[in-house]
Structure formats: C-alpha cells, structure tokens
C-alpha cells in the first residue's frame, strides 16, 4: 500500500503519546483542601499499580479510531497497472543537432559543445533512437536514425562517440533555419518508418550551438513546425565575449596596384566589452608589416568602415589582420591582386562603329569596362585574306558578312582551338559562310515571311548562353520583336542545337561544339532593321555570355564566402588536362576534365587553380554574419512556431519521473477512494468507543453507590 | 467500679444508643445540640456501664426512705411541701476554662461537617453539663492568637453568653498555641481545669513549656485532640494537590505511595503529644469525628473522677453506690 500524504502517518506514533503520559505521570485530578500538608511529602511521577491502564478495550478503540483517522488523511492507495489506459513510451527519438560553424571555433566552445553532446548520449536509456548531425553552412548526417537504430546500446553509443570526435568546426555561417527545418523533417520521416505501430516515441532535437545573433533562421518563419517534435537548446557560451570581425566592405579584395586601398568593415558584436581594435597587414607567410598599425575604434553592437592603405613592402597576395578582440577566428581577411583582363572582340563585317543601321555600333557598346576586364572590338574588313595577325586575346569573332576561304580556315582552327563564333547576318549568304564553316556548303536559307513580327520562343535555358536568363523575372523574351529572320531548315543541321526558335518553330539561335569551341548562328540580326535585340535589356547580358563561353576565363567576381561554388570553366570539355586548384593551408584538390564548378571553398584564403604564377586567382572569406557573435534571445525561436523544451539532465529526468509517479498515484488514489472506508471506519469504532466508556461510566457509580450504603 | 469503658468500647455500644454526630450536627442550634448530648447522656446513664458514678445531674433529688434526713432541703420543703435531698454544696466548685482551637485547620471535615463544628458541639455540651452541676465555665477561642475571652462564671445567662461565642466566626489562619496559654495563664489566676479542644496540628516545640507552665500554676489541664477519620487514615485514592487550610501551600501527592509515610508521621507526632501529655500529667484523649459526642463526655467525667477533682462527691458517690 502506498500513501499520497506520508507524513500523516506519523500522527499514528501519537497515538501512543497519551498512554505513555498515562503512565509515566498522571494528571491530578483536582485540589483536595486538607487541613494541614505537615506530614505530607511531594510524591514524584511514577508508574504505580495505579497508573496502569484499567479499561484496555476503551484505549484500544479510541486508539483505533486515532489510528484510521490518520492512515486516511495519509490517502492511502494500491498500486495497480490496471486501468492505466496510457501508451507505452518505449524511448525517444533524439536528434543531436551541433554547430559546427566557424563562430563555434571561439575559445572552448567546441569543446563544451562536444562534451554536451557526449553526456546527451550517456544520457539516453536503450530505448532511445538518436540521430547526429552537424551543421554550418550546411547539414552533414553524422549518424542517421536507422545506423543508429539498428545496433544494439553499448555499440550505437560507441558508434555516436566515435563519430562525434571526429567532427570538427568548420568556417562556414550558420545556416540554422535550414538545419532545424530539415532535421525535424527527418524525425518525423524516420518515426513513419517504424514497424511498431503501437509505441510513441517522443521527438526531440537538442541544438547544441552557440545561438549567435548571426545565424539564418529566416527558413524557419515559412513553413510550420511539426507540432510532435520539441526543440531543445543547449546554448554554449564563451568565457570571454569580445569580438570584432573583419569583413570586406565592396564585393571584392582585388588590389589594382601597390597605391590602391581596401575598405574594411569592422564589427563589434554586441556583447563585446573593447572598443579599440588595430589593423595590420601581414604578408602571405607568418610575418607581419613593418608599418605601424592602424587603430580603429567601434563600439560594441556597431561596424565602421576602415580605408585601409596597402603596405608596399608587401607583394599580393596578402592578409589584413585584425587585433584586439579576445577570439581570431574571423579577423583575417586575404587580399590579392591582379592586372585588368584585356580582351577582344573580332567584328568582320563592312559595317562601321558609328553606323546605328549596322550590328557593329550594337556591339561596341555591349562590353562595359568595369576595370577589371577591358573589351576592345577590333574591326576585320571583309574580303582581308586574312585575319589580322594582331588579333590576339579574342574572345568572340562575330561574322556579319559572307567569310572568304582563308578566313573559313582560320575561324575554324580558331573555333576548334576553344574560340567562340557568332554569325549573325541580315541575308542569307552569311548564313553560306556558317554553313561551309559547320560542313554543311549547300545550306539552304531563305528569308522568312513574317506577318507582323515574330517573337522568340521555346529557349533552351539549360545552355550557358541562356542560363542567365532562368529566372522568371528575367526569362521573358516575347518583347523582343523580330521584324525580319532567315528560315532555316532544322534537318539541314545535323548535330547542331538549337537553342532558341521564333514562334513560327524555325530556329532562333544554333549552336554546334566544334572541338573545343563552338559556333553560333543568329536567326536575325540585333539592328532595328531586323530586331529590339539591340535595344532590350537582354542584349548585353547575351553578348557578354557568348564571351564569357571562352574557355579559360574565370568569373570577374574574385572573393567568395566559404562554401560558396566558384565557377571555374563555361563549357564542357573546355579543360584540355585536368588542373589542380591550390588552396590556403597547402590544400591542393584535383579537378576534372569537365568539372564547370570548383565547391571546395572550405577554408579562408587565396585558392589558385594550377601552377603557373599567372594563373587567376581568388579569395575566400568568411560570411560577415559569422562575425555576429551575440546571443540570440530563444524566444526568437519560440516566436518562429518552434515549441522549446528545457534540457532534460539526469535530475530533471529523475524530477520528471518523479511528478509522473505522483500524478499517477493521484490518478490511482482518486479511483480507490480507500480514505472513505477509513472515516467509515474511524467513526463505527468512535461510536463503539462512546457506548463502552458509557458503559463503563454507568457501572463506576452503581459501584460507588453499593459501596456507600455499605 | 466496674471497668471504664474506653471511646472504643463506647464506640462499640454507641451504636444504638448514642446520637449520631451527623444527625446531631443538622441541629443549628448549639445550645440545642448541647442539651440533646447531655440529655441522652443521662437518659442512657442507667443503661450504661457508667453504674456506679458518684454523678448528680440535678440539684435535688427527691427524698426516699433511708436518705439522711440531715440533707433535707427544707427550704425547698417549705415552698414546695416535698421532701428533697439537697446537693452538697462544696466551696470547691469547679472553675473550668474551655479553650476551643478555631484555626483554619479545624475547619477541615471529611465526614459531612468539619472537626470546627465537632469541637464546638463537644464544647457546648461540656459548658451545658457544667453550667447545669453549678460549676463555672468559662471559654476561650484561639486561633493563630486569642480571639475570645469569656471568663469562668456561673450566673443567669453565662451559658447563652458562652453559646453566641462559640457560634461566632474566627477571622484567624494559623495555629498557634503559645499566645492563648500563655494569656491563659496570665488571666486564669485561680486554680481549675483547663480543657484544650485543639486538632494539635501544628508544631509542638514549645507545646511542653505551655502546658508545663501551666501544670506549674496548679491548673488541671485535659487535652481533646479532635481529628477527622481522613486525616487518620489518609484514605484518598487519586494523586491530587493537596492544599494546607491555614498556609495555602499545594504539592502533589500521590495517596498509594504516600500514606504509609505520612500514618508514621502522624503516629510519632501524637506520640509526641501523649508523651509530653504523660510527663506533665495532663489527661489526653483523641476524638474522632465520626466519634459519638456521647463518649467524649464519658471521658471528660472519668477524667474528672480519676483526678479527684471531686473528692466529697466522689465519697457520697461511693456510698449510694454501695
């Protein structure tokens, strides 16, 4: 039997208090006057023949009656497993979620963050599934729910502790909107998978992160939180909370000379409690300038915007390095430099650049310089015999006019050898040249007859050329009218592709690889005569596509974030050998033959794609959010629909049990309502108790009254 | 002289001749209650083994043949025409002083009247015997000091004189002995019996020099020690606090383990009495309230008897017996 109010059993022991008074000391009952108190002494308490209890049934109901009075006070109960109509939890489904951002490389946060999650794990009863995952820029599955599941408890927690201390930081942002949602995605997933229809698992995601205030939580607001899955978060937090970060404050880190300045953001979370930080220049290696550094002041919770001088005892590439803060990890920033990119685009065609009837004017003004790349438009008269031998860094030939042999000759080894070819032209004899020029002499053309105009339709947007334009705010080409196209006829192009057709389904835009170039035919021309291309917006962005399809030019953009995808090659096939791209920490990563994007941005620094001193270079640095060390509220969570649980430790999962016993023991003694039989109980023996000692009172005086008349 | 029986023995025969104290103690009036003893007393006196007593009740007796003639009252004869013997009036009569404890402790009674309306219902029967054989009587009340005085007199009115001080309230506490015998001492100039009625409970350091003193002066001093049947018993049952009447202290008692001590107490405290009684030759008896007042009388007359206190009476009252 078990009792909800323990303590009220103590009241049985007092029952026994007025018996053991009784016979230790007895009351007096009264002042007697006697005439003189001379030969009287004062009698100690004592248990004499006449303290001994004389009505033993009486005392034993009243005692009975004290007794049961106070065992139903105690609301006793049985503890029965029947009628519990409650499913049984058989564990839980714990995803450990830890940050491993490059804020999380702070002081000993990861360690603490490691140490957290081992002790979840020692904390997890058998019957617990628990998922490892960590996160930065992106979520990486550590250990899934069913390896997990699908070992026994002493393995699957060997398994967790071997995973996890092979994790580290990383240098990414924290993406943390991103990893929840998909996280409790998957709890919910792996629990519909479970075979065992009857259990309910509780689900569970433990963040374990430094919450800062610079982390991506906007994915969380769009969808809804499942409501089964909890979050709990064990929130590490720095000794020390001082930190200022170095970020570039223009898209850039290119140095165009020795005399050029970088403007520098610095930021100082809000929790910092320095104000006064100094920037210093630091070659490649491990030496710092010899120049005096820099002091900049910013207030906690502030940035400022530092210009900062380059040191010109130092050669590109170098770092700029923050001091002053109390955590490194984002006070570095690379900087390197290189020459503007010349280049040329070959027009042949009879048309001037100042003629606004002709494409050349169109073309002269499609190339803005942006002084990192220069584009010079070089004019090759037609008939030449040859193509000027001046003609070098071409990164486009555009043909607007029937080509002659030789010049037949020279773009195809040009187009074979990687260049790009445009042929445009208002009649059909230009559209000869590209015929011969794709194998193809006897090309039939003719004009086509347009009613009005024509619009462009069906565009391959998979191609690089359009690839640009697949955005639905950008993928819009009906207000581009054609008042004039050649009709080609699409079984006269064998292996040609075609990335664009008029609405009439003849082609727009044909393309063919030619070794490692390739060659491309307009349907029209850009001029008004023939179209709007010349004047839509999309007429830039197309001719610098069809240069940037050059093989070997990089992206103008030269620093990047950690984990951003770099874009290294415009075509397919355009490597002739498989390089190497260098990066810091003497990080060297094979490319492929092929490989268009280089994704192994993972650590701050200069990466260089092959050997040669010349080769492009960029940068990598860290995401500014990262440098947003301050906490973030948790109510921010709780404000985005996620529902927050308090970490459950080895005593607050004892003190849970513990209220779940007691509810339970509430719920069994609210049933038995075993206390009503008790008073019951109390109150016969009261009444019996009352009739004895009646009894008993009555049988005292007809004593006393036969002993009087006696 | 047949054996004089003792109280006891009175007690044992009292019971259907002698008045119950408790019903003697419903008649308010102590002159009354006097009377009803002293009256019985003699009603019962030719039943009683009291035959032989050399005791006169009345003043005359009526003449029977083979009286002496020359105790003819004549002048009674002449104004009544009867013959009566005349009581042999002896220049030694009896000057008795009553000296009655009124304290606080006298008030106390177990038996449905205290030992204070016992000892002035003793008192007022021996004034009314006294008074009634012509012997003067005087009263003394004492308390903590000597409350009343009444001088010893035999006069028309001196018995309802003694009868209103004894029935008046006595504003003392304590007991105390040496004030009033020495006061007695010091006013009672003439030689007679003085008869104590006291509880005696009290202590008896200086009671043998008072008494002494006054054995000294000639006096005849009779000691009736009045006690209530608890007091000699100590028959309660439960522990209680036991309060002093006269000091006002209480202390526990526990009767089942106290009693035994405080019987010899008591014992060795009366022992103490009787012992000085006996060195000073002072007559001491112990009465019982729940005692007749019948046989404190008989006493108090074989008291008198033994002491000689009546030597003519005594021979004429062997003659007649003869």
Known sequence: MSFLAPLFIAAVAAVSLPVLFHMIRRTPRGRIPFSTVMFLDPSPPQITRRSRLDNWPLLLLRALALILLAIAFARPFWRTTTGANVAVNDGRQIAILLDSSASMRRGKLWNDAVARAVRIIDDATPADRIGLFTFDRTLTQVVGFEESSSLEPAARKKLLHQRLAATKPGWAATDLGDALTYVAETLVAADAKTTDQQSEKSKEIILISDMQVGSRTRPLGRSKWPAEVKLSVEQVNPSSTTNAGLQLASRTTILKNEQDNIRVRVVNAADSTKEQFQLRWKSDGPFFSTEESINVYVPPGRSRIVRVPFDPNLSAPARLVLTGDDHDFDNTIAVDRTTVQNLNVLYVGSDTASDPDGLRFYIERAFPDDGLRRVTVIGQPPGAPAISPDTRNIGLVIVAEPLLDKQLDWLRRHVKEGGTLLFVASSADTYQSFGQLVGKPDLKVREADVEGYAMLGDIDFAHPLFASFDDPRFADFTSIHFWKHRQIDVDELPDCRILARFDDGTPAVVTKQMGRGSATLFASGWHPADSQLALSTKFVPLMNGLLELNAGHLDRRRHYTVGDAVPIAARANELATPSIMHGPESQTVQLTSGQRTFTGTVVPGVYRMGDAPDVPRFTVGLAAAESRTAPMPLERLESLGIPLKPIETSATKVAAAQRERQLKAVELEGRQKIWRWLILAAIVALMAETWLAGRTTKQIAIGNAEGAES | ?322
């Not at chain 2, 109280?7 to 002159?31: N, Q, V, W, Y």
């Not at chain 2, 009345?58 to 083979?66: I, K, L, M």
């Open chain 2, 1 to 322: 002289m047949t054996g004089k029986p003792t109280s006891a023995e009175s007690g044992r025969h009292s019971s259907a001749d002698f008045i119950d104290p408790l019903t003697l103690m419903r008649i308010k009036s102590l002159e009354l209650r006097a009377k009803a003893v002293v009256e019985g007393f003699q009603s019962g006196l030719n039943h009683s083994p009291y035959h032989g007593f050399s005791v006169e009740f009345t003043e005359y007796r009526q003449y029977a043949p083979g009286d002496d003639v020359r105790y003819l009252d004549w002048k009674l004869y002449a104004r009544s025409d009867r013959y009566y013997i005349k009581r042999f009036e002896d220049e030694t009569n009896l000057r008795c002083h009553l000296i009655l404890d009124m304290s606080r402790s006298m008030g106390y009674g177990s038996v449905g009247y205290s030992k204070a309306d016992y000892a002035r219902t003793l008192v007022a029967t021996l004034s009314y015997f006294l008074v009634s054989q012509r012997d003067a009587v005087g009263l003394v009340t004492f308390a903590d000091q000597m409350e009343a005085f009444v001088p010893a007199r035999f006069r028309t009115g001196h018995l309802r004189r003694l009868m209103v001080t004894l029935e008046q309230q006595v504003a003392g506490k304590s007991t105390n002995l040496d004030a009033p015998l020495e006061k007695i001492a010091e006013r009672v100039a003439r030689r007679g019996m003085l008869v104590l009625v006291s509880d005696l409970l009290s202590p008896i350091d200086t009671l043998e020099s008072r008494l002494a003193h006054l054995r000294a002066r000639g006096h005849e001093v009779l000691l009736f020690q009045i006690l209530d049947p608890a007091e000699l018993n100590f028959d309660f049952d439960d522990p209680a606090l036991f309060e002093d009447a006269e000091t006002g202290r209480e202390i526990y008692v526990d009767p089942e383990s106290a009693r035994a001590n405080y019987q010899r107490r008591l014992e060795e405290h009366i022992s103490g009495i009787r012992s000085i009684c006996d060195r000073l030759g002072i007559s001491y008896r112990q009465f019982v309230t729940d005692t007749p007042l019948e046989v404190a009388m008989g006493d108090f007359l074989r008291s008198r008897q033994h002491k000689g206190s009546l030597p003519a009476r005594t021979s004429a009252a062997n003659r007649r017996a003869a």
